[in-house]
């Protein structure tokens, strides 16, 4: 069996040789970039996320559990995590989106002064709801978290999450004096 000199570097690397991981990166960072690029479309956003994979590769010691074209897995990893990162992106525009159409439907509804500002408005009405529905909100619509990972936060189920989410929505509604039209 030939080994490559990625070959000798991943064995290297898992003998504890730090430099090999160093000679890892410099051959790989700018090609790693360059792919990560062609898919985002943002050079700041792939240089953060390749440099991220390689924090991870060095933190959680994936390169002992490696097997196979040291390359293929860079190469892939960073697709994944390009992936993972443009659907995240869309869930938190989404999500976004969501939030400033619930508000924006019934804004003229609202029985407010030019002066106020929409947004103060329902700051202090979310202040005013039971905190579990004033958390929920927030860590759904404010910090766009997925509804298992906000549920596991609050040590609830998805279901009571989704029902501390709409209670807590027809409670803004309410404090903003918002009529929802069927």
Avoid at 28 to 47: I, P, T, V, W
Avoid at 107 to 124: A, M, N, Q, Y
Avoid at 140 to 166: D, F, P, R
Wanted: aromatic share 10%; with cysteine; net charge neutral.
């Amino acid at each position: 069996m030939n080994l490559t000199s990625d070959d000798i570097l991943l064995i290297e690397l898992r003998k504890g040789n730090n430099g090999a991981y160093d000679q890892l990166f410099l051959k790989y960072y700018n090609a790693l970039c360059l792919h990560a690029y062609f898919l985002l479309k943002n050079e700041e956003e792939a240089r953060e996320l390749v440099q991220l994979f390689f924090v991870d590769l060095w933190e959680k010691k994936k390169f002992f559990l490696l097997e196979g074209s040291v390359k293929n897995y860079f190469y892939q990893s960073i697709k994944n995590r390009c992936m993972n990162h443009m659907r995240d992106e869309a869930r938190k525009r989404r999500k976004q989106l969501e939030w400033e159409q619930h508000f924006s439907e019934y804004e003229d509804d609202l029985e407010t002064s030019p002066s106020e500002d929409l947004f103060l408005l329902i700051d202090k009405a979310v202040e005013q709801l039971p905190i579990q529905r004033r958390e929920a909100l927030r860590l759904v619509y404010l910090q766009n978290k997925k509804y298992q990972e906000a549920a596991k936060i609050m040590g609830i189920s998805v279901n009571s999450l989704k029902t501390h989410l709409k209670l807590g929505l027809k409670n803004l509604r309410e404090g903003l004096n918002i009529t929802k039209e069927a």
